[in-house]
């Protein structure tokens, strides 16, 4: 039987590929959210150092600052805590105006 | 994440075995259970994701960990590799099923008009007894046909298959439920068959068909009414005939 159904989802699948490609990449997952954010605990989001991005950890309103911790991650080689709310001033400066609060792990793949 | 953990990870998916990958958030520390043993707390928050399939974060002995559960994928099976199946088979993968279309008739089931799907050409009872339906897998018959349909649909009602569903009119229906409790199936067993096959959107095209029974399946795994089966006809109903 053939599995080769790597579906739009599997975002593990797609930075195992750009991994494999020789690309750097870190892993961005929604660990804890409250309220009314966007997207489930488990959503993950994979980031290249070259700036590739799939996946989604909130439908669009921190891609951008996940994207740039993601990017600090893979230089440091340290997996990082980030914590976004409407009530967090860094948060409302990166717009999670769709409200709620969420928590991501961003972690370079080494 | 380790490239070596995210192989295993991806090797045990590959396997279709229950997986949950374990994170401390402190440090980014992670664990593969039940692929490593590890304390009872953690253990049993891991089992505790794998059955709610909710991802969570918890605090153990001070410690927070993310708990992030990956079960083997859901399975649509698909007996008859006709144009419905054509329709269904784009739509199973981004709603997180893989598809496996059954159809020993070797001319309909071919890669060119069913690509990405899995293919098994063996006859319906010898598939399905390989295939063993469990309560993540919906079967869907498509043929017509009741040499395939039904030994199909008798190995379905013998397993915990979370949605089976049967093309075909009332009357076809009527037909095969009298077949099926020749098979020795109560009415309680069959009340388990969605027939006709897909929620009433007054489909007429095959992919209005196919999105009809993919909404379907999809409300019977998220548990909604909808996906709920219906009511048998009564027996009244079906002897002065309804044809649909």
């Not at chain 1, 993950?44 to 600052?65: P, W």
Request: charged residues 20%; aromatic residues 4%; contains cysteine.
């Amino acid at each position: 039987m053939t599995t080769d159904t790597t579906h739009s989802e599997d975002i593990l699948a797609i930075a195992a590929d750009w991994r494999a490609a020789g690309e750097q990449v870190a892993i961005a997952t929604v660990v804890e959210t409250w309220g009314s954010s966007p997207r489930p605990a488990g959503s993950r989001l994979a980031v290249t150092a070259s700036g590739r991005l799939m996946g989604s950890v909130s439908g669009g309103c921190i891609e951008g600052a996940v994207a740039d911790a993601a990017k600090q991650a893979m230089a440091t080689g340290q997996p990082q805590l980030l914590d976004f709310g409407v009530s967090d001033e860094r948060a409302w400066e990166v717009g999670l105006s769709c409200g709620g609060k969420v928590k991501v792990f961003v972690e370079p793949l080494a | 994440m380790k490239t070596e953990t995210l192989a295993r990870l991806q090797a045990e998916r590959a396997a279709q075995n229950p997986v949950v990958l374990l994170t401390r958030l402190s440090d980014g520390a992670q664990h593969l259970w039940p692929q490593e043993s590890l304390p009872d707390a953690l253990a049993d928050a891991a089992r505790t994701t794998l059955g709610t399939e909710k991802a969570a974060s918890v605090t153990i002995d001070g410690e927070a960990w993310f708990i992030h559960p990956h079960n083997p994928p859901l399975r649509i099976i698909v007996v008859g590799a006709v144009h419905i199946a054509q329709a269904m088979a784009p739509m199973a993968a981004p709603l997180g099923f893989e598809m496996i279309v059954v159809d020993p008739r070797r001319a309909f089931a071919t890669a060119e008009r069913l690509p990405g799907v899995s293919l098994n050409t063996d006859w319906p009872d010898e598939a399905m007894a390989a295939l063993k339906p469990d309560a993540r897998s919906a079967v869907v018959t498509l043929t017509h046909d009741p040499k395939l349909d039904d030994p199909a649909l008798d190995a379905a009602l013998r397993s915990a298959a979370f949605y089976i569903g049967a093309l075909g009119s009332r009357r076809t229906h009527a037909k095969r439920v009298a077949r099926l409790k020749d098979l020795g199936h109560d009415d309680d067993a069959i009340a388990r068959i969605h027939a006709p096959v897909g929620l009433d959107i007054a489909a007429v095209t095959a992919p209005e068909i196919a999105l009809s029974v993919m909404a379907e399946i999809v409300a019977a795994r998220r548990g909604a009414a909808l996906g709920a089966p219906r009511p048998q006809p009564s027996e009244a109903r079906i002897s002065i005939g309804i044809s649909a």
